[in-house]
Structures are given as structure tokens and as C-alpha cells.
């Protein structure tokens, strides 16, 4: 797609809008699939859109179509739902940074690794396969990759033109153990940008994990000290962190956080900060044409800001962050590029050997269920590992862990010394609390 024609519906709508923001997605998938050991799926998905934003009369309106050719009713439809639409109580991004009357900026090239040709990769899965077997040829193996290259242009009538292309490599691979009623899940994954996902780190992870969990352990009910790994940390914590630190949830009085800013509610050595140069979604602007930059949302343990979106921000008298993200051709949202967690200086085993008695949460049932007002959490563990004097003596089941973010990180025993990156979005260390509760059904 030219960018004559972001330029062209901006010219279109002109006359009917005060105005118009044109956001453009393209992306081309390969997905290679394999299910129960055997290669089900080798296809290429290529999907494009627009999505128009609108003001008109100070309300706005918004359309969107994978229709590239239908333009004109792309901006009919957007002025009509102006008629009925919210007040738009911001403006979209404009060329007030620049000195000639525009702003035009393209993100530097990265270093390109080129993608594994398909039957490359159907090679490499069939390998990952073959050495779960090695280990035990009764699991079923599940592996998956996708190679993606996605392109977003934004242009707006106040003179912005913003682009950027990624290229990813995503590899999952995981294993499922049926012993009589005893079904076991591990897994593993990596997201590469500018490399080749780490497949023998990969392999190694969903080994240990079965390794840990060939015997089984129990635990009683009770309070508990708890490690979390970077995965488990990112789902749980990293998800709830995300929550109550939108500018969103603070506007709908959702926070907890929202009238704490300058106070110190965790642990000191808690620092939780985005930075947009780092990691396989690292982007110089949101989809709204918004510069991003480097902030700390809470640091040595003090609560400093919240990320923001244009519409939200708007409606707390404050400015974006460069904060505001897409699903799809959906209306932006508040949303961060990454949330990185700073890390400690102890090895993830050391923190295991000071366990006398407790567990280690590696994969979880979903997000779990919280309540954000309170900030709190609890997960049913769907891989976790019981600790004996500081060594790990198998999978526990039937097990849930709950606490609340305040109380945990005021019980902090360590952080991690290696962050890992979860899913490209989270890069955390591993956590390990004095207690948290613990709730097991036995049988």
C-alpha cells in the first residue's frame, strides 16, 4: 500500500471532519503447526486494514475495513458515528515538535536475521520432537512457530506521518503427559525481533520441568514461602501491575495506586519501569503517532506514575505517555510496550536452597482470579513444584496460591538475578516471597 493513499482518505474526509487520524496495519503470518507429534498446519496468512478516527462537530467517530478499495464509504461510515459518538476531549497527534510544518519519522532499521525458510522449520520441529522422545516416547509434543513481518503507518490532518516494520520469529513447544488420571502440561516458548528464537533453551526448559515433575509431592494448606519464575511472575504479578498502573483504571477509580503517587508501598528494591528501546515489541511511537519513551511507573519501591493513552489522559488534564496500543483495527487503549522489572543479584537456585519448606509456581490456569481494588491474586497452579530443604522433591496438583501485591512485596525475600522476557511483553526476574497463602485439596 502507497502512502498516497493514507494521504488520499485524509484529503477525502477534510470537508465533512474538523479532523482525521488514518492508522494502517499489515501483516503477513506463517504459521507452522504441529499437534500429537505430527505436522498439522504450513500456511501463510496475510491480513491489512484502516482504521479512521474522526472529529466532527467536537465528537468522534470511527470506522474500520480490510476493504482497501471502498474509501469513501470507510469515511461515510466514520462521519455517521461522529452523530452518536463520545466528545472528543483531545486532539490527535500533531506537529507542535516540529519546526517545518510537519513531522515524518520512520524507525531506524533493525538488524535483520532473515526468518527460516518454512521446510527449515518443519526440520527443526520434527527435532525438538524427536529429543522430548529421547527423554519419553509417550508424551505428545506440540510445537509451534510463526514468522511474522508487520508494517503500521499513521498519518493524521494535523501534518504527522509515522512508520515501522518488524520481522518476528515466535517458537512454542510443549509436551503432554497422560499417566493413568494424571494429565501433565509443560511447556515452553521464545520471541525473537533481530535473532533466531533459542530453541536448545527451549528443549532444556520443557525438560527440567518434566524431569522436576516425574514425582509427586503434597502440601498442606497454610502460609507459605512461595518463588515465583519469570513466567509465572508475568502472568500473576506482571498482569495485575499492568492493571491498577493504566491510566484508564485510575480515571474509572479502579486503582488501588490512583491517589498514591510519591508514597512508598513495596519492598525498595521493587523498580517496575517500561522502556520502549528494549525487547521484540521496542517501537519510537504508539499507534496513535505518540512519541514513546523510557518511565518508571514505581521505583525503589515508591509509587510514580501511570501510562497513558490520548483519550484517557485527556480526561485527567494530563498528556499522553506515548502509551496508546491496538488490537487489530480496533480504537487504541492504554497499553505498554514492555514491563520490565529490575532484577536482584541472587541465582534463581540459591533462592531455591534457602526454601526449607514451600513452592515454586511455574505455570499457571489463566491470569487467576483478583480483585484489583485490593490488588490481589489467586492462581490455581497448573505446573508447581514442592521444596523440601532447599531441593525440589516433585509436582504438586490440586493446588492455589492468593495474596495481594501489597503484602507480597512487603514480604520480599529476593529477586532474581536473570530476567527473562515472557511472551516479548514482560521481562521479569524470578520472585521469591516470605509467605503468601496456599490452599491444597488432596486426592
Not at 506521518?161 to 516458548?189: K, P
Not at 496460591?401 to 522476557?421: K, M, N, R, Y
Request: aromatic share 8%.
Amino acid at each position: 500500500m502507497s502512502d498516497a493513499i493514507l494521504e488520499k482518505i485524509l484529503q477525502l474526509a477534510a470537508p465533512s471532519t474538523d479532523a482525521a487520524e488514518v492508522y494502517f496495519v499489515s501483516s503477513q503470518d506463517t504459521p507452522i503447526e504441529f499437534e500429537n507429534n505430527r505436522l498439522k498446519s504450513l500456511q501463510t496468512k496475510a491480513v491489512q486494514g484502516i482504521a479512521l478516527r474522526v472529529i466532527r462537530n467536537g465528537r468522534l467517530g470511527f470506522a474500520s475495513s480490510t476493504d482497501l478499495t471502498r474509501l469513501n464509504d470507510l469515511i461515510d461510515a466514520a462521519v455517521q458515528t461522529a452523530e452518536i459518538g463520545s466528545s472528543a476531549d483531545f486532539d490527535f497527534a500533531s506537529n507542535f515538535h516540529s519546526w517545518d510544518g510537519s513531522v515524518h519519522f520512520s524507525e531506524p532499521q533493525q538488524p535483520h536475521v532473515a526468518p527460516s525458510d518454512p521446510q527449515e522449520l518443519v526440520e527443526i520441529g520434527e527435532h525438538l520432537i524427536r529429543r522430548i522422545h529421547d527423554y519419553n516416547s509417550e508424551i505428545l509434543v506440540d510445537v509451534g512457530f510463526h514468522v511474522v513481518s508487520r508494517t503500521v503507518r499513521i498519518a493524521t490532518s494535523q501534518d504527522v506521518y509515522a512508520e515501522r516494520t518488524s520481522h518476528t520469529t515466535s517458537t512454542s513447544l510443549s509436551g503432554n503427559w497422560v499417566r493413568g488420571e494424571d494429565f501433565l502440561q509443560a511447556g515452553s516458548s521464545d520471541v525473537a525481533r533481530d535473532r533466531q528464537p533459542d530453541y536448545d533453551q527451549i528443549l532444556n526448559r520443557v525438560l527440567q520441568k518434566f524431569r522436576w515433575a516425574e514425582q509427586s509431592a503434597t502440601i498442606s494448606s497454610g502460609s507459605f514461602p512461595v518463588l515465583f519464575t519469570p513466567r509465572a511472575a508475568a502472568i500473576t504479578l506482571g498482569w495485575l501491575f499492568s492493571s491498577v498502573l493504566s491510566g484508564q483504571s485510575v480515571v474509572q477509580k479502579a486503582s488501588p495506586l490512583a491517589e498514591k503517587v510519591g508514597e512508598t508501598l513495596f519492598d525498595t528494591r521493587l523498580t517496575l519501569f517500561e522502556d520502549p528501546n528494549l525487547g521484540v515489541n521496542a517501537c519510537s511511537f504508539d499507534d496513535e503517532g505518540t512519541p514513546t519513551s523510557r518511565k518508571a511507573f514505581i521505583e525503589h519501591g515508591t509509587v510514580m506514575g501511570f501510562y497513558w493513552d490520548r483519550r484517557w489522559a485527556a480526561r485527567a488534564g494530563l498528556a499522553s505517555t506515548g502509551n496508546g496500543f491496538r488490537g487489530g483495527l480496533s480504537r487504541p487503549s492504554p497499553g505498554t510496550v514492555n514491563l520490565c522489572m529490575a532484577p536482584g543479584s541472587t541465582a534463581t537456585a540459591a533462592m531455591i536452597s534457602g526454601i526449607k519448606e514451600g513452592l515454586i509456581v511455574d505455570q499457571v490456569l489463566g491470569a487467576g482470579q483478583s480483585n484489583q481494588l485490593a490488588g490481589e491474586f489467586s492462581v490455581n497452579l497448573d505446573l508447581g513444584y514442592k521444596v523440601e530443604n532447599g531441593e525440589i522433591v516433585g509436582r504438586v496438583k490440586n493446588t492455589m496460591v492468593a495474596g495481594s501485591i501489597f503484602e507480597a512485596f512487603q514480604h520480599l525475600v529476593d529477586l532474581g538475578d536473570t530476567p527473562e522476557w515472557v511472551g516479548g511483553r514482560a521481562y521479569l526476574p524470578s520472585l521469591l516471597f516470605e509467605q503468601l497463602g496456599v490452599a491444597s485439596r488432596q486426592g
